[in-house]
């Protein structure tokens, strides 16, 4: 076939076009630069539209907000969502985690799963399809986002400032062959101030590096008397080492991050060092929070001991994540991210988060939550789907999921993720040393040419 021969041919600019794409560490941040989601989520939007222009393609940016490209004519529009945000590296890299390195057959890189190497394959699969003159009755766009890590606030604004709609659209962000459910996405940030009595103080407090990552370090630091600080840093546990400080003792938790879609496949670091710190004899406040956590998240992933755990024969249990943990002075941070059934609903697992929280004296800064989806197996744009993977890959078995992962696809109709990942292979995405092997690029290049050609045919 034409078309894959021409992916095949050109694969090689691909990889070295992704390579540009990883080397800018387009995490989200308010670096006071002017831009929306920070100077270098900017580069990378104006990396990706230069490179669609330079293939020949119209591009706009949507004020700095989300940018795309486009190719054909007609009144209706399909779409490819991908997004050019990536979370933090975080620890345990053995490779630079913004070099591209190309190694033993794989590109590895924060984003090469997760989103930028499916958005540059969708782009070359457009290309693809523009060099075979394939005809087309609806117009494709590609629609590249910059904050779906973060709470795509991008699609928000694409929606609400009269961003078109598409009549059919995938997002590379899940799984393959389609994915057809996506769980209630909810993420909450929790504050307190702490006033602390008794002989343990603390006086710093650390761990974890996005909501949606299982933290894998985390860290307390002890003020208290030296025969104290010699009792706590004479105490044994499982991944927990204590160093003696000049005030007291420092006490460091280890876990093993994940993606918090798949917080069982991890080991929440936060929950392990609460856990241990439950055991000492605190007071007060400091008890009363540090119990909470411990007592009522810890290391669990599945909200039992909140009393929501839940699950449905079509998506699975509820999933939960204690990802970020942080002290500034007496303020005290908290963050969640948590995933219900799609046949569950948020007021039965929102409102008893909340009341655990506030009983343990925090106040609720900030709730976002994204409903589940679910689209059934027989709909047109399922069956769509279904047909490409299996025309593509031969593989008739193969049903249509539900997963736990958030994607674009609740915050645009009409839209399913859509790949990159194959049945059987590894969850790779939020992880250290984070790769796409090269003949994967291959792969999902020609099968998001080929879902793109089936939806504007």
Sequence with gaps: MELYDWIERNSDDLVRSLQGCVQIPSVCADDQSGYPYGEQVHRCLHYVLELAREL?????????????????????MVAVLSHLDVVPEGEGWTVPPYGGQVLNGRIYGRGTMDDKGPALCALYGLLAIKQAGLPLKRRIRLIFGLNEETGSADLKYYTTHGGEIPVMGITPDGEYPVINGEKGLVTEFFTRELHQTGVIRLTGLSGGEAHNIVPAHARAVLACPGEMAEKIAARRADRVRCTRTEEGVCVEAEGVGTHACTPGEGENAIGRLMRFLSDLPLEGELKTMVDMLAGRLGMEWDGRSLGIAMEDEL????????GVIRMEGERVDVRLNYRY????????????VRAAFEGAGFRQDYLLHKPALYMPADSPLVSKLMKVYTGCTGDSSAAPKCIGGGTYAK???????????????EVR??????????????????LLASAMYEMAR
């Design 56 to 76: 020949g393609f119209t591009v706009h940016n949507m004020d700095e907000q989300v940018g795309w490209c486009e190719y054909g004519q007609g009144e209706e």
């Design 411 to 425: 915050m645009i109709p009409n839209t399913l993720a859509f790949g990159p990942i194959f049945p059987g292979d």
């Design 341 to 352: 059934p799609v046949t569950r609903g948020f007021e039965e697992c929102g409102p008893q």
């Design 429 to 446: 995405e939020h992880k250290p040393d984070e790769y796409m092997e090269l003949s994967r690029l291959t792969d999902n290049t020609r």
């Design 315 to 322: 998506s699975g249990p509820l999933t939960m994540n204690m």
